[in-house]
């Protein structure tokens, strides 16, 4: 079995760091009496936009800032014509219905504030990778980013979830300077393999069919025997190519 954790994985899985709560009252800007609250703005189209745009805007900032210091790391492997550990890269985006759905499903205050301060998969990065070595890889090369604040780090490849899906989970506060302000912005980093990352999508697929088609048949034992079935030969490829690499 191909062993991938070092003295620095000997986290807490969830490691709390530094707070930085986002300052949303000077970002928006609001005229005359400040409403802070999201079902309110949602009910008024002017409004929801002129409130709504400068959030987003500054998480698509913290996403790009994040999005930016991986492509240094593919470019650097590139230079150096090593075998890049990142495969592809997705970003997206919650819209503010799905973040408002996010605070009732918490049982928030349904504000900005409390979306801001309290949801940190706003802005998400998916990192997929070849080999099981290379999520660690990724996960080492950010934590060794002095600027960046480590939030949260849940290792679902050592441990998967009850259903079988293995990924690794970051959460890290980027630095992000907007509206002459510095914000320390949430950002949340899923990093899997090509396989995981199959596995993934067509559990999905298969839960929405079973869901919203009325189909009753239940696969959760398959899907996560599934799961191992694909670990295993995962970690079996990868010792192959780590004797191709020596």
């Not at 409403?35 to 002017?46: P, Q, R």
């Not at 979830?161 to 320390?184: A, T």
Request: proline share 2%; with cysteine; aromatic share 8%.
């Amino acid at each position: 079995m191909v062993e991938h954790k070092n003295e620095q994985e000997v986290l807490i899985e969830e490691v709390e760091v530094e707070e930085s709560v986002i300052a949303v009252h000077e970002l928006v800007p609001f005229r005359g009496t400040v409403d802070d609250n999201m079902e309110h703005i949602a009910d008024m189209t002017d409004q929801f936009s002129q409130t709504m745009d400068p959030i987003l805007r500054m998480y698509n900032a913290a996403m790009s800032a994040t999005m930016a210091r991986l492509e240094i790391i593919e470019d650097e492997f590139k230079y150096r014509k090593l075998r890049c550990p990142i495969h592809h890269m997705d970003t997206r985006l919650k819209s503010a219905q799905s973040i408002l759905g996010k605070l009732q499903k918490k049982d928030l205050d349904l504000t900005l504030s409390a979306a801001c301060n309290n949801i940190y998969d706003i802005a998400g990065i998916r990192v997929v990778c070849s080999y099981i070595k290379d999520v660690y890889l990724i996960r080492d090369r950010l934590m060794a980013q002095d600027d960046l604040f480590i939030m949260q780090i849940k290792d679902y490849i050592q441990t998967p979830k009850e259903n079988g899906y293995r990924s690794l989970h970051m959460v890290i506060r980027v630095p992000v300077y907007f509206m002459n302000k510095k914000q320390m912005v949430p950002v949340e980093l899923q990093i899997r393999t090509l396989a995981m990352d199959l596995w993934a999508s067509l559990e999905h697929d298969i839960k929405y069919k079973s869901l919203y088609q009325g189909v009753t048949a239940d696969f959760s034992d398959e899907l996560k025997e599934c799961s191992r079935l694909i670990y295993e030969a995962e970690e079996k490829m990868e010792t192959m190519n780590s004797i191709l690499e020596k």
